[in-house]
């Protein structure tokens, strides 16, 4: 019998072939299919999760940066103000203890003072968008009533300020304060250069560069600074600011405060951290400013009189010479001709790359010295 003409009708061997194929192919679509679609939902679930994670983490991250916080509770987290670490132009300073142990200093602003509610409000705002390693973290605040205060991670080490004082009785050495003065470049460049718009300190001394448990140093007191549109309009004229001996000189011709003011009072530091003389010195009823001190021996030559006596020699002449130069091109009389702070910190590099890469002899450096004058090697007095 034949079963050619007849379409309908198969071969037994084919007909179970067919019968296995489809099947086997509509069950791997139907697979592939599935595979798809629960694809699908896991990349739409990740991508959300991830969404609401990251914003999660950023409010809480921000939450516990910038936290408010009631009077009662500055109370209870110093004891009732029972151990007073420091004061300033703006108030007090109290230590504190979080409830999670951790270390704060409590800057209660003072009613007398001449911060208000624009400039408080200005500072607290600063600091929740800017967050640098070098520059003291804001973590709270408080703000009841005629009550203001700022919470600030807590600097084990006090200021610099302290720690060059003829009381104290360790001495920095000669190492430490070329990694103070770096440090404090770095917080000062990411203020000029890394915050758009530009933040300028306006009052930066050697008692606004804090120091933490490991000698790392940070720059406080910046949030009454003002956020420029561009560095051709970076002044600010509308109140008196910045400390005797660290003043720009320009500000009492222009009224204004610019970058340039800020890397003028830090040449001013770097002074003291050579010298060791604090910026205004009053003897036999004549008050002596470091600058007017150190320029007259610098043009002589004479960089032992300088050098703090306290690092009885043990520095390097080469990078003593190199950061004079720095502070005196920072302390120009002109702003135009001081330099952009992100070029002071590349010479700082150098400067403490020097001394660690060389090393010294407290001898060979004092021979070198005595010869400065020959060797072309003394900054130029300005």
Not at 49 to 65: H, M, R
Not at 176 to 197: F, S, T
Not at 264 to 270: A, M, N, R, V
Request: aromatic content about 6%.
């Amino acid at each position: 019998m034949s079963l050619e003409d007849n379409p309908g009708l198969c071969l037994v061997d084919s007909c179970k072939k067919q019968n296995f194929v489809i099947p086997l192919v509509a069950s791997v679509s139907a697979l592939v299919a599935s595979l798809l679609v629960c694809l699908g939902i896991w990349i739409f679930r990740i991508k959300k999760l991830k969404v609401l994670f990251s914003v999660s983490t950023n409010e809480e991250a921000l939450q516990l940066k910038t936290k408010a916080v009631s009077y009662s509770i500055i109370l209870r987290i110093t004891d009732n103000l029972k151990n007073l670490i420091g004061e300033g132009g703006f108030g007090k300073v109290y230590y504190g203890t979080l409830e999670n142990n951790v270390h704060v200093a409590v800057k209660l602003l003072s009613q007398s003072s001449m911060q208000g509610f624009r400039e408080f409000r200005s500072e607290v705002e600063l600091l929740m968008v800017i967050h640098h390693r070098h520059l003291v973290c804001l973590i709270g605040y408080c703000e009841e009533g005629a009550v203001r205060a700022l919470i600030y991670e807590y600097m084990a080490n006090g200021n610099l300020q302290q720690h060059l004082s003829k009381e104290n009785p360790s001495v920095l050495k000669w190492n430490e304060r070329l990694q103070v003065a770096l440090d404090a470049a770095h917080g000062l460049d990411y203020l000029h250069n890394g915050c758009k718009p530009p933040v300028v300190h306006r009052d930066l001394k050697t008692s606004n560069i804090l120091l933490d448990e490991n000698m790392q140093a940070k720059i406080s007191d910046f949030g009454l600074s003002r956020a420029f549109a561009n560095d051709v309009d970076s002044h600010v004229t509308t109140c008196p600011a910045g400390t005797p001996g660290y003043l720009d000189p320009e500000f009492q011709s222009s009224g204004n405060l610019t970058k340039k003011s800020d890397v003028y009072s830090f040449g001013i530091i770097l002074l003291e951290l050579v010298t060791g003389q604090p910026v205004l010195k009053r003897e036999l009823g004549t008050v002596h400013y470091i600058l007017t001190w150190v320029t007259p021996k610098l043009e002589m030559g004479d960089i032992q009189s300088i050098i703090d006596p306290k690092l009885e020699g043990n520095y390097s002449t080469n990078s003593a010479w190199k950061l004079l130069e720095i502070a005196m091109c920072c302390t120009s009389a002109s702003g135009v001709e001081r330099p952009d702070i992100s070029h002071v910190v590349a010479e700082l590099k150098e400067c403490l790359a020097l001394t660690k890469s060389m090393g010294w002899n407290s001898t060979i450096d004092l021979e070198m010295a005595s010869v400065g004058s020959d060797s072309g090697l003394i900054p130029h007095a300005r």
